[in-house]
């Protein structure tokens, strides 16, 4: 409680380094292994974030995204930060599991283009994007653009050269905790809560143009959304 009051005062500033554990944990009168714990917690929060050797910062502000952006790496740019965009996986066409050939409508094992990258910004990673596209969307020829390019936006390519675009999305979002390899992927603790979003992406007609896995670090974000409400009408 005494460290997160220090920290909402702006003791150590906007994004400044905090002291070693050392240090706090004399200035407290306790273990380095207790102050260990303390900032685990306060990275929950949402507080602090690790940058390993580099040490321990005060957190970036909470960022409100809306529902859906078009491009993520944009989007943080208009915030003033320098977007990091990079592939986890090349892009390649694998067999779908069994949640994304239900999303996409394929049987179970069908082929089905996979991408997946880490997003954020130059200092934080802040989300995993993994999509599936179905291959009657994703040719050869753009399955190689995307190998070659990290930014690109499959969806205007497939706007452009099929005329689909999402007009209707499903989507599920469940809090949970990071697997060992988001924590690797997304450098955040276990005990760090993620977002868990699930979305499936129609044309008009109906059409799946494409499944997202997104998983957010939830201490980055809160999720903005406007909609109807249809129950109460007359």
């Given at each position: 409680?005494?460290?997160?009051?220090?920290?909402?005062?702006?003791?150590?500033?906007?994004?400044?380094?905090?002291?070693?554990?050392?240090?706090?944990?004399?200035?407290?009168?306790?273990?380095?292994?207790?102050?260990?714990?303390?900032?685990?917690?306060?990275?929950?929060?949402?507080?602090?974030?690790?940058?390993?050797?580099?040490?321990?910062?005060?957190?970036?502000?909470?960022?409100?995204?809306?529902g859906?952006?078009?491009?993520?790496?944009?989007?943080?740019?208009?915030?003033?930060?320098?977007?990091?965009?990079?592939?986890?996986?090349?892009?390649?066409?694998?067999?779908?599991?069994?949640?994304?050939?239900?999303?996409?409508?394929?049987?179970?094992?069908?082929?089905?283009?996979?991408?997946?990258?880490?997003?954020?910004?130059?200092?934080?990673?802040?989300?995993?994007?993994?999509?599936?596209?179905?291959?009657?969307?994703?040719d050869?020829?753009?399955?190689?653009?995307?190998?070659?390019?990290?930014?690109?936006?499959?969806?205007?390519a497939?706007?452009?050269?099929?005329?689909?675009?999402?007009?209707?999305?499903?989507?599920?979002?469940?809090?949970?905790?990071?697997?060992?390899?988001?924590?690797?992927?997304?450098?955040?603790?276990?005990?760090?809560?993620?977002?868990?979003?699930?979305?499936?992406?129609?044309?008009?007609?109906?059409?799946?143009?494409?499944?997202?896995?997104?998983?957010?670090?939830?201490?980055?974000?809160?999720?903005?959304?406007?909609?109807?409400?249809?129950?109460?009408?007359?």
């Amino acid at each position: 409680d005494a460290l997160r009051k220090r920290i909402l005062v702006g003791e150590f500033g906007t994004g400044g380094r905090l002291p070693s554990l050392r240090m706090f944990a004399q200035q407290y009168g306790t273990t380095q292994q207790t102050m260990n714990t303390v900032v685990q917690r306060l990275q929950a929060e949402g507080l602090l974030t690790s940058l390993g050797r580099q040490g321990v910062f005060v957190h970036m502000p909470r960022t409100r995204i809306p529902g859906i952006v078009p491009r993520f790496d944009l989007y943080i740019k208009e915030l003033g930060m320098e977007p990091m965009e990079t592939n986890v996986v090349k892009p390649e066409v694998v067999p779908a599991p069994l949640d994304v050939a239900t999303a996409l409508g394929v049987a179970e094992g069908a082929p089905v283009v996979h991408r997946m990258r880490r997003q954020g910004t130059t200092v934080s990673p802040m989300r995993l994007a993994e999509n599936f596209y179905p291959v009657a969307l994703v040719d050869e020829y753009l399955l190689g653009q995307m190998q070659e390019d990290e930014r690109l936006d499959v969806l205007l390519a497939i706007k452009n050269k099929y005329s689909k675009v999402v007009k209707h999305v499903h989507e599920t979002v469940v809090a949970r905790f990071p697997s060992e390899e988001e924590q690797d992927l997304l450098k955040i603790t276990r005990n760090t809560p993620v977002l868990d979003v699930r979305r499936i992406n129609k044309d008009e007609d109906g059409t799946v143009i494409m499944y997202n896995r997104i998983t957010f670090v939830a201490s980055y974000f809160e999720l903005s959304y406007d909609y109807d409400v249809p129950h109460w009408k007359n």
